[in-house]
């Protein structure tokens, strides 16, 4: 079976900085994989450079998209979401003026196709297809627990409640794969665990997951593998039990020596 | 029924209605003489304006220095037109229109790239190369010379044996602009409410969150520079057939920036805010215009004012007399007030 994502020798310099340096690994249809590695070791650059808000310098992205595999290293942003590439942000980015609803909707946005001609005219299509958009919106906001919630203001909404809007948000552009850059960071313990009971119903509709997180509880209690990544480079995969007790990756967190005290 | 209906309409509603009403009627009013309606048209000519030119800053959250190019481009098109072609109005209309829209793309496509400030620069430089052309193309515009003589708008009936009306006088040009504006406003409001408009508010507000969600910046970002610039053509192409005299010197910078004043005074963003911002700084413009020569002051100190209202607006009420919803609601929690305007050094109260 082909993976949903494969990243073959992966490189990403910024000036002489070795950002990411020959990153390989795969990710399988309906997987909910962690990456993680310490501060600075590169785990959003690799995000960047699959969601295309950084060109890879060298290697190979790969994504299985409606059963044609696409290179998409270096593609633009917009036309990676296109594909069925949906991602968070580490600091919420939502549009923060906007209505509950309206982030939403325009997640919907890569969807469908009215502009101008048809916002003015509001012909048949064009009202079916708002009419469309505003009900899988609603579905989209129920299904993250947000129902009802449509008409508040973003920003207004408490710190939790705005993670999982900007999750409703990612999948709202209907993606294969959805990446979330450390959706627990800032969390209490309810929270982290509303959270992760959410990443499980969305793997059950069939979205593969690659998940950066420190939360090591959210880690060990939602992914099925991990990929530790070091200094921009691949250090270690496994299952989240080996992975803890790998000695070297205690080492990257811990500092040399860590391994032989634990 | 009409009372049935009346009731159920929103305070909102019945006071749009109610203003609407007495445009209509104003002409009638006793005390409004012919200099009035001229004041109000050029009133309803800035919302025109200041509407187009909001859809850039205030939906789409880019600084426009240069939007009188293109009302420039309006109105000498639509006066070319008249004077070489003899072309009727009603024809001028969709070509001002659609020859806005075609330069906001010449100038948007290939600049909308850049981000904030150097933007600004790129449109100030545009609408001065305009008024450049404008001045020195003398075979085409006849350069400083102005163009004379712009034949007056006309309801020509004569192909289907009906007789032939020539706008004379203010009235038939009061008018001609409400429907203008209602237009402008019917537009404005349907596209804010729609899948465009929405891509154009996540780029205000967030870009890369935007472009997250699938939304070509630079498609859009295109798109709205296109029919801000057509808006302000179809103002021009008024402009041009109203005063039936162009000159270079009508579309100096400082047009653009009365117009960007009127939106960040009303609200940049809010449709009805904007339009307020018209009406308060062409009325207060011929107020001053009046009351300045009497403390032996020249006319132009009132672009001082405008200056001073500026400073103040930034102070007091950074959002404009009607913010969009959201801030609004903002202001009233008082958590973001004066959130983006730190306190001037040295200055206390």
């Not at chain 1, 994504?63 to 990676?80: A, L, N, R």
């Not at chain 2, 903002?330 to 109260?349: D, E, I, N, Y």
């Amino acid at each position: 079976m082909t993976p949903t994502l494969k990243i073959d020798k992966l490189y990403k310099y910024f000036g002489g900085l070795e950002a990411l340096k020959d990153i390989t690994f795969e990710i399988n249809q309906g997987e909910i994989i962690g990456l993680i590695g310490p501060n600075g070791a590169g785990k959003t650059t690799l995000f960047n450079c699959v969601a295309g808000v950084e060109r890879p310098s060298n290697g190979k992205i790969l994504f299985m998209s409606d059963d044609h595999t696409v290179s998409i290293g270096g593609k633009k942003p917009e036309k990676i979401t296109a594909l069925g590439i949906a991602r968070t942000f580490q600091n919420i980015r939502l549009f923060d003026n906007l209505t509950v609803l309206d982030n939403v909707k325009i997640g919907r946005h890569c969807r469908f196709k009215s502009t101008f001609f048809g916002a003015v005219v509001r012909n048949r299509f064009q009202r079916e297809e708002e009419r469309a958009i505003t009900e899988s919106g609603n579905q989209f906001l129920e299904f993250v627990g947000l129902k009802g919630r449509g008409k508040d203001i973003a920003s207004s909404m408490p710190y939790g409640d705005q993670r999982r809007l900007e999750i409703a948000r990612a999948l709202a552009t209907e993606p294969h794969l959805l990446m979330l850059d450390e959706p627990a960071a800032g969390m209490n313990p309810q929270e982290s665990r509303n959270l992760m009971n959410l990443i499980h119903r969305i793997r059950d509709r069939g979205i593969t997951i690659l998940l950066i997180e420190h939360d090591m509880k959210v880690v060990m209690g939602v992914c099925e593998r991990v990929v530790v990544i070091n200094h921009g480079q691949w250090l270690a995969e496994g299952k989240p039990i080996e992975v803890q007790d790998n000695p070297k990756v205690i080492e990257a967190y811990l500092g040399t020596g860590a391994a032989n005290a634990a | 029924m009409g009372n049935l209906d009346l009731q159920n309409l929103t305070r909102g509603a019945k006071l749009r209605i109610g203003i609407l009403i007495l445009a209509l009627v104003l002409p009638f009013l006793p005390l409004v003489d012919n200099y009035v309606l001229h004041i109000v048209i050029l009133i309803y000519l800035y919302m025109i304006l200041s509407l187009g030119l909001n859809i850039v800053p205030g939906f789409n959250g880019l600084l426009d220095l240069g939007y009188v190019g293109f009302y420039g481009i309006g109105a000498y098109t639509s006066g070319l037109l008249t004077v070489h072609f003899g072309l009727s109005y009603w024809l001028i209309i969709p070509l001002a229109f659609i020859n806005g829209a075609i330069w906001g793309i010449l100038l948007g496509a290939p600049t909308l790239r850049l981000t904030g400030d150097y933007f600004a620069i790129v449109t100030f430089g545009f609408s001065e190369l305009v008024v450049l052309f404008l001045t020195n193309e003398i075979w085409l515009t006849r350069g400083p010379l102005g163009l004379p003589g712009i034949e007056p708008i006309s309801i020509d009936l004569t192909l289907f044996g009906g007789p032939k009306w020539e706008f004379v006088g203010e009235l038939p040009y009061y008018y001609l602009a409400i429907i203008m504006v209602l237009a402008t406003v019917f537009v404005m409001n349907r596209i804010q409410n729609s899948r465009l408009g929405r891509a154009w508010f996540a780029i205000r507000d967030d870009e890369v969150a935007a472009v997250s969600c699938g939304i070509n910046l630079l498609r859009y970002k295109v798109i709205a520079f296109a029919i801000s610039a057509a808006f302000g053509a179809m103002g021009g192409s008024f402009f041009a057939k109203w005063v039936t005299f162009l000159s270079p010197d009508m579309f100096k910078f400082w047009e653009s920036f009365l117009i960007l004043c009127m939106i960040v005074l009303g609200g940049m963003g809010n449709i009805w805010g904007v339009m307020i911002g018209a009406v308060v700084l062409v009325s207060l413009s011929e107020v001053l215009r009046e009351i300045l020569p009497l403390f032996g002051l020249p006319a132009e100190v009132r672009f001082l004012a405008f200056g001073l209202i500026m400073v103040l607006m930034m102070r007091y009420r950074p959002a404009g007399l009607m913010p969009i919803p959201a801030v609004a609601a903002q202001m009233k929690a008082g958590r973001v007030k004066r959130k983006k305007v730190p306190p001037t050094v040295g200055l206390k109260k």
